[in-house]
């Protein structure tokens, strides 16, 4: 006895439904297995749209693909159309599928009222600790016994650099040489300062003037090695890597960024990056990475300093001064 077998036409059907429901919800819902995150993630509506076609196309040619299958395929077709199934059957369909047509063509031409969708919040600060208000930079304020312990390091040409540049420091004075290595930092405070050490009377005004621009040849050295990528060059947010991005990295240099927040609040930033955000940052997610995990305190501090340099801003002044 033969097996009672789905007519071609059923299974078409039934593959186009299947292949719908695992895109529209099985992909979504493994996607949530796969990520942990806490909810699924969508297929994209041209993704859905090339996997119908595709799967049409693939029926398409199993039906057509001998004179057999074809009328196979449409037997029920024909059959539903002369009359073969009951009266109401035929009145259900024929009305039902211009009823859906109609509805459709409704659906995408009627106006719709929608709620606007909210904007992101640029600046999120529900769970900025209120401590961090009034931090100030300890790079751009260094205290007296920085500055006497520069001026000690100058006198003697032993200059400390963070370890991230120092093999560069090293090379540089090689090639060119210099009698004092701050010599390799042509700047007015630089010249300054020694000219004052050669005549041995060095102020502290142009030793602490001295020491920021340090600071600044460090501070934008570990911005390249870190930030550069996604916040580019020109501190712009326009990073070989920033288009990769769909919340782009900050461009420092737009006037709602850096300028409006106070530095305390930019050293939580760069400290807790994107999975720092609180909610009010979503569904945006920042790829923003979380710096406390590889940058040390006085690193991310001289950071800001020459992002904010870079940038030719000033960070807002907290609210109690
Ligand atoms: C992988 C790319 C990437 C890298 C690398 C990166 N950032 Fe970001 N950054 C972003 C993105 C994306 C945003 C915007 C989204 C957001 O607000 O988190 C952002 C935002 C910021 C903001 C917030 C500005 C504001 O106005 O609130 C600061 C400050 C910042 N980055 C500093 C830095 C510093 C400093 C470094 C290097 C130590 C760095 N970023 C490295 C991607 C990056």
């Known amino acids: 006895m033969k097996k009672p077998r789905v007519g071609s036409f059923l299974s078409v059907v039934l593959t186009l439904v299947v292949v719908y429901a695992l895109v529209k919800w ?6 949530r297995e796969v990520t942990t995150l806490p909810f699924p993630l969508p297929v994209p509506g041209t993704l859905m749209f090339f996997y119908m076609v595709l799967t049409i196309v693939a029926l398409f040619l199993f039906v057509t693909f001998s ?38 063509v409704y659906e995408i031409t009627v106006p719709k009222m929608e709620v606007p969708s909210s904007l992101r919040i640029q600046h999120p600060s529900s769970n900025f600790p209120k401590s961090f208000e009034a ?8 205290t007296e016994a920085d500055v006497d312990a520069f001026i000690e390091q100058a006198k003697a040409n032993e200059v400390d650099f963070i ?16 009698d004092h290595v701050l010599e390799l930092f042509p700047t007015a405070a630089m010249q300054k300062l020694l000219a ?15 020491l920021l621009e340090k600071n600044l040849f460090e501070g934008r050295a570990l911005y390249a090695m870190n930030c550069r990528a996604c916040h580019g060059d020109s501190v712009a947010g326009d990073g070989p890597m920033a288009d990769g991005f769909k919340l782009r990295p900050i461009n420092f240099t737009d006037n709602g960024t850096i300028e409006t927040i106070v530095e305390g609040y930019t050293f939580w930033r760069v400290a807790n990056g994107g999975p720092g955000l609180p909610a009010e940052a979503t569904p945006w997610d920042s790829a923003m990475p979380e710096w406390k995990l590889s940058l040390t305190e006085a690193q991310r501090w001289q950071i800001i300093l020459a992002e904010y340099d870079l940038a030719q801003k000033t960070p807002r002044i907290p609210e109690s001064h």
Not at 70 to 79: C, E, G, I, T, W
């Open 135 to 142: 931090k100030k930079n300890p790079i751009a304020n260094p």
């Open 67 to 104: 004179d057999e299958g074809l009328n196979d395929f449409l037997r029920p077709v024909k059959k539903f159309l002369r009359g073969g199934y009951t009266k109401s059957l035929r009145a259900v369909v024929l009305t039902a599928i211009p009823a859906l047509i109609g509805w459709q």
């Open 196 to 210: 004052q050490l050669q005549s041995g009377d060095v102020d502290k005004d142009t030793a602490r003037a001295a």
């Open 26 to 31: 099985g992909i979504p819902a493994l996607s």
């Open 163 to 178: 370890p991230q540049v120092r093999d560069d420091v090293e090379n540089w004075a090689e090639e060119v040489d210099p």
